[in-house]
């Protein structure tokens, strides 16, 4: 398999490296040690290209040489595999990742899904969620880039409630927002609250804190999975592997700083469909107020909340100062406000 010249190993024609975005260059002499041997290269951009075509499949550049290259659009020319027909229509075979056909010079496009496990925020093209840097553009593939303001916001909330750090993995993805437990390090982020607005005074950052608060809860008690047993839990909680049928439509208002009115026994409505979320919730609003236990409590009574909800908060702060003792973590310093 090729590497980079910094060790990370690549796929054939990816335009970056994934872990130093230094830009690849694809030559004859480069791919030849598995393929036929061409013989030519683009001028322009150094990549290999066949001499029967017309144009460079991968800058677009016309290298067409009269009495050399192909008058009829080929399926699969020496060096090249048919991997399918020009999106445009001339009847020439492309073969994947060309960006443009090498018959007609038309713009190419691919279905990724099968490839990579999501898509590019910049560019839309295939990456997987390991990668740091998009293979096609060069860029953030997680597209942090863009929420740098509300993941430092998150970063220093949860530094502030104390909850001890792991090693999760805010990610911008297509789609809905949510946390698979088989890939519990994988926060991902519906991208329309970010992708395509105009300027950045258009982003709700507020409700991406909340956002990506309440998918660290459901990160967070996957990665304590075994804590979900104790008695303790079940109470305050109940059995959060009971069958998950909560629709992905459902409004959930992650401005909200506050805890909500009803109903009496949950801290907002969205913590009601399930006990996953209801953990969830209660994560977000511990680590929004800081975990400041006596600031909450004092909410919950003005608001009537019912004792369930105190009991959770409890469960939840009893449980971060266990994994704390745990860890060996320094006690907090007498300077520091004395805990809520």
Same mark, same amino acid.
């Given at each position: 398999?090729? $590497?980079c010249?910094?060790?990370?190993r690549?796929r ?46 991968w ?9 050399v ?36 010079? $038309?713009?190419?496009?691919?279905n990724?899904?099968? #490839?990579?496990?999501g ?7 295939g990456?997987?969620d390991?990668? @740091? ?14 929420i ?5 916001r998150?970063?220093?909330?949860? =530094? ?19 946390? @698979? ?5 994988a ?12 300027s ?40 959060? @592997?009971?069958?998950?049928r ?6 959930? @208002?992650?401005? =909200? ?11 907002s ?5 399930h006990?996953?979320?209801? #953990?969830?919730?209660t994560f977000? #609003? ?8 006596r ?12 004792v369930?909800?105190?009991?959770k #908060? ?15 973590a320094?006690r =907090? ?8």
């Amino acid at each position: 398999m090729p $590497k980079c010249v910094c060790g990370h190993r690549l796929r054939r024609f990816w335009r970056y490296c994934p872990a130093c975005a230094r830009a690849q260059v694809w030559s004859d002499a480069r791919i030849a040690a598995k393929t036929a041997k061409t013989g030519a290269d683009c001028g322009a951009c150094g990549w290999v290209v066949a001499d029967s075509f017309s144009y460079c499949p991968w800058c677009q550049q016309d290298i067409y040489v009269e009495g050399v290259s192909s008058e009829e659009p080929l399926k699969a020319p020496t060096g090249f595999q048919f991997h399918a027909r020009c999106g445009a229509g001339c009847g020439g075979g492309v073969q994947y990742p060309m960006s443009y056909c090498p018959w007609c010079s $038309k713009a190419q496009s691919w279905n990724e899904e099968s #490839f990579f496990d999501g898509a590019c925020p910049h560019c839309d093209g295939g990456v997987d969620d390991g990668m @740091d840097r998009c293979v096609w553009c060069g860029e953030d593939a997680t597209g942090r880039d863009l929420i740098v303001r509300a993941l430092r916001r998150v970063r220093r909330l949860l =530094r502030v409630a104390r909850v001890p750090v792991w090693d999760y993995r805010v990610l911008l993805r297509p789609g809905v927002s949510g946390v @698979d437990p088989a890939y519990p390090n994988a926060i991902e982020i519906e991208r329309g609250y970010v992708v395509g607005k105009k300027s950045r005074g258009e982003i709700p950052w507020r409700l991406l804190v909340g956002l990506v608060l309440h998918e660290l809860g459901h990160s967070f008690l996957y990665q304590h999975w075994y804590w979900t047993r104790e008695p303790r839990f079940i109470q305050a909680f109940g059995l959060v @592997d009971k069958a998950y049928r909560v629709r992905d439509d459902l409004f959930v @208002d992650f401005n =909200r700083r506050y805890v909500a009115i009803s109903p009496v026994d949950h801290v907002s409505t969205y913590a009601h469909v399930h006990p996953q979320e209801d #953990f969830a919730e209660t994560f977000r #609003f511990y680590c929004t107020r800081r975990g400041r236990l006596r600031e909450l409590f004092a909410e919950l009574g003005q608001k009537h909340k019912g004792v369930p909800v105190y009991e959770k #908060f409890l469960t939840l702060h009893d449980f971060l100062r266990r994994l704390r003792a745990q860890s060996g973590a320094p006690r =907090r310093p007498s300077s520091w406000p004395r805990p809520r």
